[in-house]
């Protein structure tokens, strides 16, 4: 089945510093990829629609310049948090879509914690 | 933003029970999808719903996709312990706009007692 992995799966920063979590579909290629943020006991919320070869969508209230998103190859996708801080700190799940079927496959998610 | 409403938030039965959670929507889907969320990971894709009126099963979980498609529901018959977690919806839209993005509902969290 469709595999999507991201890394790392935990990360603990102190705040300012930025952090970069990757997405990669393993055995598909996926011409668009979405980030989720997710709190803790509440639902996963849309942030961003990575598009391979061109510029991310940001959905509203996102701030594009602290979340840099790239999208660089039919695989992978990168999440960066630019000056973190103790609010940033969540849960972020990515999603690659399957170019051939447009179904969407999960990520296991990545913990950041920030101090 | 955009938000299903997804009931009920939280349900707490015996072993061997039926268990029923749905969702509703101000607007109309293409895709209903239904995920199963573990603590710490990632949703898993549990059944995918692709037309109006569609009733789809996997195993012992049964949805359907409202006649409306602004609408769906969930069925777990006989739950084990291992159901335990938290269950998604969520609506899928493709367009001129849209990309194939996915809203989720609240979540049903589901506790089974042995």
């Known amino acids: 089945g469709a595999v999507v992995s991201q890394h790392p799966s935990w990360v603990i920063c102190k705040s300012g510093t930025s952090v970069k979590i990757e997405c990669r579909s393993l055995d598909f290629q996926a011409t668009t990829m979405f980030w989720y943020r997710q709190f803790p006991k509440q639902s996963l919320m849309l942030m961003a629609t990575?598009?391979?070869?061109?510029?991310?969508?940001?959905e509203q209230g996102v701030e594009k310049d602290k979340f840099l998103i790239n999208h660089a190859s039919l695989t992978l996708s990168t999440l960066t948090v630019t000056s973190a801080h103790p609010e940033d700190s969540s849960f972020y799940i990515c999603?690659?879509?399957?170019?051939?079927?447009?179904?969407?496959?999960f990520g296991p998610g990545t913990r950041l914690t920030v101090l | 933003g955009q938000q299903l409403n997804q009931s009920p938030q939280s349900m707490f039965i015996q072993e061997g029970e039926d268990v029923s959670m749905n969702c509703t929507s101000s607007s109309i889907f293409n895709t209903w999808l239904w995920y199963k969320q573990d603590p710490g990971e990632g949703p898993v894709l549990l059944i995918a719903?692709?037309?109006?009126?569609e009733l789809t099963s996997n195993g012992r979980l049964t949805a359907q996709f409202g006649i409306t498609r602004k609408d769906s529901f969930l069925n777990i018959s006989a739950s084990i312990p291992s159901d335990v977690g938290i269950y998604f919806c969520a609506g899928q839209l493709y367009g001129s706009s849209n990309t194939g993005k996915l809203i989720f509902g609240q979540g049903t969290t589901l506790q089974v007692k042995p």
């Open positions: 990575s598009n391979e070869g061109s510029k991310a969508t940001y």
């Open positions: 719903l692709y037309k109006a009126g």
């Open positions: 999603s690659a879509r399957d170019s051939r079927d447009f179904r969407q496959y």
